[in-house]
């Protein structure tokens, strides 16, 4: 079990947000569905909101469950639940359908258990100082370099050599970073957003400033550490402001 589990999240504008962060006593899951680029049919009736309300519904059912399931099982349950749910009126072959990264740390028998899917990253704060960094960064190493194109990404999304999401296809909870840690060697673990991902990947923070600021003021501060360096310094490149999550969980007595 953690001893404290602490979120924060915030929309980038004033359009819905489509992160989610949802925790239990012993689990926490961030969400970070994909915005759809402009003027692309994604096939589907349903927003990106919608599928990220359903699938973490589907997540939290499973890791309440207590059945014995991996988090890759847990995952490619619930995404084949959502995808159901969608009924008939949605083309799911569609490679723009809705979807979202994944990022799950549970405690289980002493082991921190943990499942990433696309840029939402794990940190774990380790407890002889320093940090451990569970990330999956096969959408950065997408052929011929950034700024990719619509159709590059389309084509690469959820195919080999490529990179995967939680969309429409249960399969791809296979290709999740998944593996445990021992929870007396970690103090508790941070779970991300790629908005909030961005102070290191684009401001020059380390992870160790990341945790210090979170542990120390909260997520709530930590976003707004983002926003700051928004507004004074601008994106390196997207939106200016994109929605952030930030969860904390303390890793309780043994």
């Given at each position: 079990?953690?001893?404290?589990?602490?979120?924060?999240?915030?929309?980038?504008?004033?359009?819905?947000?489509?992160?989610?962060?949802?925790?239990?006593?012993?689990?926490?899951?961030?969400?970070?569905?994909?915005?759809?680029?402009?003027?692309?049919?994604?096939?589907?009736?349903?927003?990106?909101?919608?599928?990220?309300?359903?699938?973490?519904?589907?997540?939290?059912?499973?890791?309440?469950?207590?059945?014995?399931?991996?988090?890759?099982?847990?995952?490619?349950?619930?995404?084949?639940?959502?995808?159901?749910?969608?009924?008939?009126?949605?083309?799911?072959?569609?490679?723009?359908?809705?979807?979202?990264?994944?990022?799950?740390?549970?405690?289980?028998?002493?082991?921190?258990?943990?499942?990433?899917?696309?840029?939402?990253?794990?940190?774990?704060?380790?407890?002889?100082?320093?940090?451990?960094?569970?990330?999956?960064?096969?959408?950065?190493?997408?052929?011929?370099?950034?700024?990719?194109?619509?159709?590059?990404?389309?084509?690469?999304?959820?195919?080999?050599?490529?990179?995967?999401?939680?969309?429409?296809?249960?399969?791809?909870?296979?290709?999740?970073?998944?593996?445990?840690?021992?929870?007396?060697?970690?103090?508790?673990?941070?779970?991300?957003?790629?908005?909030?991902?961005?102070?290191v990947e684009w401001y020059g923070w380390s992870w160790d400033d990341v945790l210090a600021v979170?542990?120390?003021?909260?997520?709530?501060?930590?976003?707004?550490?983002?926003?700051?360096?928004?507004?004074?310094?601008?994106?390196?490149?997207?939106?200016?402001?994109?929605?952030?999550?930030?969860?904390?969980?303390?890793?309780?007595?043994?």
């Amino acid at each position: 079990m953690f001893a404290e589990i602490v979120y924060a999240t915030r929309p980038g504008s004033e359009r819905p947000n489509e992160d989610l962060v949802i925790a239990g006593p012993s689990w926490i899951v961030v969400l970070d569905g994909a915005t759809a680029a402009a003027g692309v049919d994604s096939g589907c009736v349903h927003d990106v909101a919608w599928l990220v309300a359903r699938l973490g519904g589907a997540l939290a059912d499973g890791l309440c469950a207590g059945d014995g399931a991996s988090p890759a099982e847990i995952l490619a349950a619930a995404i084949e639940r959502t995808r159901s749910a969608h009924g008939g009126a949605c083309d799911l072959a569609n490679p723009d359908s809705p979807s979202s990264t994944v990022a799950m740390v549970r405690s289980v028998r002493g082991r921190l258990e943990y499942l990433v899917l696309g840029d939402s990253p794990v940190v774990f704060a380790l407890a002889g100082g320093g940090v451990r960094v569970v990330s999956d960064d096969r959408l950065e190493r997408l052929p011929g370099g950034r700024p990719y194109s619509v159709e590059l990404v389309r084509r690469m999304r959820c195919a080999p050599g490529g990179f995967w999401v939680a969309g429409a296809r249960p399969e791809a909870a296979g290709h999740g970073v998944c593996g445990a840690v021992d929870a007396r060697e970690v103090r508790g673990a941070g779970v991300f957003t790629d908005g909030v991902a961005r102070l290191v990947e684009w401001y020059g923070w380390s992870w160790d400033d990341v945790l210090a600021v979170l542990t120390g003021q909260g997520p709530g501060a930590l976003i707004g550490a983002v926003r700051e360096l928004e507004r004074s310094r601008g994106p390196v490149r997207g939106k200016r402001h994109d929605d952030a999550t930030a969860a904390w969980g303390l890793v309780g007595a043994l």
